[in-house]
């Protein structure tokens, strides 16, 4: 239970272009989800927070208007990288809380994403 | 802010052996959360075990135990008789009780020797 799936899991684009990523809860309902940025051989750095139904809330330095959020229902969020760049080449991860956040989170399987 | 800290980039141990993975945390909060996930090279993200600061009994789960110790912010995994399905990367996390954020330390890449 408490599956996440996260798609794609790869993607290569050009440069100036968009990206979609999308996260669904599969057996349960998710009204927040966290999308993560990890680097190379590094930990995870949160990037923003979404709430179904409300703005994302994005932690400092991240660019709203590159990383777009949208948590439309309780079970898919998705992040846009808009107007891509070889620096936004990285691996995307969201989270969800499992139940009640104290039990821990259940994570999405991560996109590959490199432009080109 | 929080900080968490893994002070062992790397880490081998030989297969059936034991192995204690370190991490240590910065917080002025007395309630909070405690994890240990495992990334294997797939990348996905899999919860070991989690320790609630409240509880001083350290958590157990199967092979895999805590040690914690919250006066010296210390929250360290053993991994018990390893197996060859263990190796991969470690990232020990914390979160404050009622706040949504984790923050993860740097990791430690863990290898089991056949």
């Known amino acids: 239970g408490a599956v996440v799936s996260q798609h794609p899991s790869r993607v290569i684009c050009k440069s100036g272009t968009s990206v979609k990523i999308e996260c669904r809860s599969l057996d349960f309902q998710a009204t927040t989800m966290f999308w993560y940025r990890q680097f190379p051989k590094k930990s995870l750095m949160l990037m923003a927070t979404?709430?179904?139904?409300?703005?994302?809330?994005?932690e400092q330095g991240v660019e709203k208007d590159k990383f777009l959020i949208n948590h439309a229902s309780l079970t898919l969020s998705t992040l846009t990288v808009t107007s891509a760049h070889p620096e936004d080449s990285s691996f995307y991860i969201c989270?969800?809380?499992?139940?009640?956040?104290?039990?821990?989170?259940?994570f999405g399987s991560g996109t590959r994403l490199t432009v080109v | 802010a929080q900080t968490v800290t893994q002070s062992q980039p790397e880490m081998s141990v030989q297969e059936a052996e034991t192995v204690t993975l370190s991490c240590t945390y910065d917080t002025s909060e007395s309630d909070y959360y405690l994890f240990w996930y495992k990334q294997p090279p797939s990348r996905q993200m899999i919860l070991v075990i989690r320790?609630?600061?409240?509880?001083?009994q350290n958590a157990t789960e199967n092979r895999f135990s805590v040690n914690f110790q919250k006066a010296a912010k210390s929250f360290s995994l053993k991994i018990s008789d390893s197996q060859l399905g263990d190796a991969a990367m470690y990232f020990c996390a914390y979160r404050e009780a009622g706040a949504n954020n984790l923050f993860f330390g740097t990791g430690t890449r863990l290898t089991v020797i056949p």
């Open positions: 320790q609630e600061a409240y509880k001083q």
């Open positions: 979404s709430n179904e139904g409300s703005k994302a809330t994005y």
């Open positions: 989270s969800a809380p499992i139940l009640r956040v104290d039990y821990g989170y259940t």
